[in-house]
């Protein structure tokens, strides 16, 4: 399939408006030659960490490890259990196996699509030492009760704010609100570098120093290795780059906003009609719109898909298949039916093209051909 015209990323737009400080960047650190931990991964680790508003950071391989090692960090491990949600990527359920705990779902809100908080409690055992609300799409979850429930059973929170670099909760940055959080620098991120990244952040010394361990080899200094650790060390060119990005995400992040605006208002006609549902911002949280999300009646779905990808608009879906019915966890012993909530999502769901340099124009073209496909349907399949 060719290129998209209006791609659901367009990374070479970003690109060639940072093209001249990325290069020297890059640039700069070939020159160093100093390719593993060195000056840049210091650096970002101190900004992103303000960026945050926590103290520490600790820069890793990916966004999987950051929750990996977090989980490790906090002494999660054979035998345990840790509660998460169903209707988010794999990776979030996959760290936790990694370290050898059971994931345990619980389903989502209808509204936010994140953790439904009402039901934590229910899949709370004597084993459970964690719980890892996932702000999806950009949407920070509930984090008051989370952490009430958790302080009230003696359990931790691992943020997995992967998708929400930015996003705010009560006017806290997410990310801050947990023991410990994890991010992921995937290229198409908020925050993306142009390669595999992540970060862990915290303000717990200990936790911090346990993830700075156990991403080296365990090893302190050179050769010296006090615990079995893994290599999941940040790249030094991949932190010169996020340092350059860093600097523009509040500005991106707004533009990611005011396009989630225009969607809204130009496909107002279709919300109160019924034929189409907008994401729904929590008035205690800062939406960042990693992705633009609507819904549309499941007998629908694809065909729109189908006719948006026809002419050139790079609309998917995230994600088509929900946790407990992938073939890797059918060992949970889930079945159709156990979380209702988000299988009815995940037929529903269909991502918009979202980045900050899509323009009014796109956006407005993007809702024309969601409008024309509606009038092409017949009126009997023209509802929800």
Same mark, same amino acid.
């Given at each position: 399939?060719?290129?998209?015209?209006?791609?659901?990323?367009?990374?070479?737009?970003?690109?060639?408006?940072?093209?001249?400080?990325?290069?020297?960047?890059?640039?700069?650190?070939?020159?160093?030659?100093?390719?593993? @931990?060195?000056?840049?991964?210091?650096?970002?680790?101190?900004?992103?960490?303000?960026?945050?508003?926590?103290?520490?950071?600790?820069?890793?391989?990916?966004?999987?490890?950051?929750?990996?090692?977090?989980?490790?960090?906090?002494?999660?491990?054979?035998?345990?259990?840790?509660?998460?949600?169903?209707?988010?990527?794999?990776?979030?359920?996959?760290?936790?196996?990694?370290?050898?705990?059971?994931?345990? @779902?619980?389903?989502?809100?209808?509204?936010?699509?994140?953790?439904?908080?009402?039901?934590?409690?229910?899949?709370?055992?004597?084993?459970?030492?964690?719980?890892?609300?996932?702000?999806?799409?950009?949407?920070?979850?509930?984090?008051?009760?989370?952490?009430?429930?958790?302080?009230?059973?003696?359990?931790?929170?691992?943020?997995?704010?992967?998708?929400?670099?930015?996003?705010?909760?009560?006017?806290?940055?997410?990310?801050?609100?947990?023991?410990?959080?994890?991010?992921?620098?995937?290229?198409?991120?908020?925050?993306?570098?142009?390669?595999?990244?992540?970060?862990?952040?915290?303000?717990?010394?200990?936790?911090?120093?346990?993830?700075?361990?156990?991403?080296?080899?365990?090893?302190?200094?050179?050769?010296?290795?006090?615990?079995?650790?893994?290599?999941?060390? @940040?790249?030094?060119?991949?932190?010169?780059?996020?340092?350059?990005?860093?600097?523009?995400?509040?500005?991106?992040?707004?533009?990611?906003?005011?396009?989630?605006?225009?969607?809204?208002?130009?496909?107002?006609?279709?919300?109160?009609?019924?034929?189409?549902?907008?994401?729904?911002?929590?008035?205690?949280?800062?939406?960042?719109?990693? @992705?633009?999300?609507?819904?549309?009646?499941?007998?629908?779905?694809?065909?729109?898909?189908?006719?948006?990808?026809?002419?050139?608009?790079?609309?998917?879906?995230?994600?088509?298949?929900?946790?407990?019915?992938?073939?890797?966890?059918?060992?949970?012993?889930?079945?159709?039916?156990?979380?209702?909530?988000?299988?009815?999502?995940?037929?529903?769901?269909?991502?918009?093209?979202?980045?900050?340099?899509?323009?009014?124009?796109?956006?407005?073209?993007?809702?024309?051909?969601?409008?024309?496909?509606?009038?092409?349907?017949?009126?009997?399949?023209?509802?929800?």
């Amino acid at each position: 399939m060719d290129r998209p015209t209006l791609p659901l990323v367009d990374l070479r737009r970003q690109y060639a408006s940072i093209k001249t400080e990325i290069d020297e960047k890059i640039s700069g650190v070939l020159k160093s030659t100093a390719f593993i @931990l060195g000056s840049e991964v210091k650096e970002f680790e101190k900004e992103f960490a303000a960026f945050c508003s926590v103290g520490l950071s600790v820069g890793v391989n990916s966004g999987t490890d950051a929750l990996s090692l977090a989980l490790l960090a906090l002494g999660v491990g054979e035998g345990d259990e840790v509660i998460t949600s169903p209707n988010t990527f794999i990776a979030t359920a996959a760290a936790i196996s990694h370290v050898g705990a059971r994931p345990v @779902l619980v389903d989502v809100d209808p509204e936010s699509y994140n953790i439904d908080v009402s039901q934590i409690e229910k899949g709370i055992t004597g084993k459970t030492r964690a719980i890892i609300p996932v702000h999806l799409y950009g949407q920070p979850s509930e984090m008051d009760a989370t952490l009430q429930i958790a302080k009230n059973h003696n359990m931790k929170v691992v943020e997995d704010a992967c998708q929400a670099h930015g996003g705010e909760y009560r006017g806290r940055r997410v990310g801050s609100l947990g023991d410990i959080s994890a991010f992921s620098f995937y290229p198409g991120k908020n925050l993306g570098a142009y390669g595999d990244g992540g970060a862990v952040v915290t303000d717990k010394n200990e936790l911090a120093g346990r993830i700075r361990l156990l991403r080296d080899h365990g090893s302190p200094k050179k050769y010296y290795h006090d615990v079995i650790g893994y290599n999941s060390r @940040l790249d030094e060119i991949q932190a010169a780059v996020l340092r350059v990005k860093l600097r523009y995400l509040n500005v991106w992040n707004e533009k990611r906003r005011r396009n989630a605006r225009l969607y809204s208002e130009y496909l107002k006609d279709l919300v109160d009609k019924g034929l189409v549902s907008t994401p729904k911002e929590k008035n205690w949280a800062k939406h960042v719109y990693h @992705l633009f999300v609507i819904q549309v009646d499941e007998r629908l779905r694809d065909k729109l898909i189908e006719h948006l990808n026809a002419r050139g608009i790079g609309a998917q879906i995230h994600y088509p298949i929900p946790i407990h019915l992938q073939k890797a966890y059918k060992h949970l012993g889930y079945t159709e039916g156990s979380f209702p909530v988000s299988e009815r999502l995940v037929k529903r769901i269909i991502s918009l093209p979202m980045f900050p340099e899509l323009e009014q124009q796109e956006i407005e073209h993007i809702a024309q051909e969601i409008r024309a496909f509606f009038k092409q349907m017949p009126p009997s399949q023209n509802h929800r």
